[in-house]
């Protein structure tokens, strides 16, 4: 019997031990720091506002940069937006935060008094960059006789929450998410009363013509009906890349058998 009791204990001893495993290390935020960072900020050296930190949140003044959350850890402010970003602390006081941005130069912040500082970050209208459309509903009829045939082209541009996430680097060198929003564009396409085409055209259908590291960060600005040839009907579809030059045109044709085709 004594046998047993001690195989038994030994067990147990065992799967206990399997279970007294060190835990994973928890942050410490300096909550005290998050605090005394609350408010809003100007550059000391031009007077421009740089941010406002209310609660966990960083808002920027620019309407197409997203809030972020923040936390502060030791020496180091953390920015947790589509990338998470680190900043070395040099000074903190209830009116001056002193840190090193992405590109190594130090920035120099002041709390502002200017209570008409809060004006900047009231809600604007959406400003459209780059020719892009914005929440935009756009709609647009094209009747075209063809080989004495009519035929109707009917576009939509349908604005959508789905939001395009653009990093760059503001004037501070603080890593920011610019917001854009895409859209779904519908074509339909008639030969007098029959619909021979009908589609709700996504920024993913367009995978075989953009790369797609580049496609995530674009918008499906417009699709413009160029006209009609012996192939079908043809369009334009404008892929940009918001605050960018860059842009993709594709071409589409659609064929009087509604067979879909598209190339660069």
Partial sequence: MNKYLFIFFACLLLLTGCHQKPGKAVVQEDRQAKRMLQGIWINDDDDEIAFKAKGDTIYYPDSTSEPCYFMIVNDTL???GANETKYLILKQAPHLFE??????DIVSLVKSSDSSD???????SPVAMNQLNQNQLIKRDSIVIFNNQHYHSYVQVNPTTYKVFKSSLND????IDNVYYDNIIHISLFH????IFSHDFHKDDFQR???T????QCILSDILFQGMDKDGAHYLA???????PSSYEVKIIISYQGKLKMFI
């Fill in 238 to 244: 404008e892929i940009c890349l918001p605050d960018s």
């Fill in 192 to 195: 007098g009363d029959l619909q």
């Fill in 78 to 80: 953390i920015l947790k």
């Fill in 118 to 124: 809060a004006d900047a970050f009231m809600p604007k």
């Fill in 99 to 104: 840190f090193k941005n992405q590109t190594g």
């Fill in 209 to 211: 013509q953009v790369r």
């Fill in 213 to 216: 590291d580049i496609l995530k």
């Fill in 172 to 175: 501070n060198g603080v890593e």
